[in-house]
């Protein structure tokens, strides 16, 4: 596929692979972030909104949403400075779907969480998801209109987070920028739980 080199062509440059999910609730920005930070064009699975949703997917906030994800969303981005080719699987947002998140989660070292502040009781699912399974995440509260009327550390009080050291960051999903800086935070998250995992030499 056009644009899409194999692992060969990354061995070659150095660069590990990485795999890493952007994860939830419906509408809180994961399509728009991969295709943010994507040097690839993405491959999204995205199908319009249809009256199968009526009563079950929320607007309040995002009227204007008129497609959403059905499998995931597929991104690419090289870290040269960190060494890495990150994977970048968006995850279906809407509850009907969540069952592929077991399947997505497969080989994955990192999540990041999206959160959307007017409607934050949609991340605590994937935040539950990631803490039952152990896999190391950050939370980005997306600023939807440039404004985040909240600071870091007041949305992390709000979501109860099992781990009081989990970051939480505010970007912007259509900034290249924050999603990169995003991700260059996940991973650092990833090497420490990593480094913290290996026993030490006696």
Request: glycine share 10%; aromatic share 8%.
């Amino acid at each position: 596929m056009p644009g899409y080199d194999t692992p060969d062509a990354f061995a070659a440059r150095g660069a590990s692979p990485v795999k890493i999910l952007v994860a939830g609730g419906f509408g809180v920005g994961k399509t728009t972030l991969v295709e943010s930070v994507s040097e690839i064009e993405p491959l999204r699975t995205e199908e319009r909104l249809t009256s199968a949703g009526i009563g079950v997917d929320d607007l309040d906030g995002i009227e204007s949403k008129t497609l959403t994800t059905v499998a995931m969303d597929f991104g690419r981005i090289t870290l040269a400075d960190a060494g890495v080719v990150l994977y970048l699987f968006g995850t279906p947002g809407q509850e009907r779907f969540w069952f592929m998140w077991d399947d997505l989660l497969n080989g994955a070292l990192g999540a990041l969480v999206l959160v959307d502040t007017r409607r934050l009781d949609r991340g605590f699912p994937a935040i539950d998801f990631f803490e039952s399974r152990g896999l190391p995440f950050v939370v980005g509260a997306n600023c939807f209109h440039g404004e985040q009327p909240y600071t870091a550390e007041e949305i992390a009080a709000a979501l109860h987070l099992g781990n009081p050291d989990t970051p939480v960051l505010l970007l912007d999903a259509r900034s290249r920028e924050d999603a990169r800086g995003s991700l260059l935070a996940l991973l650092d998250v990833v090497i420490a739980q990593a480094s913290a995992s290996v026993p030490a030499v006696p």
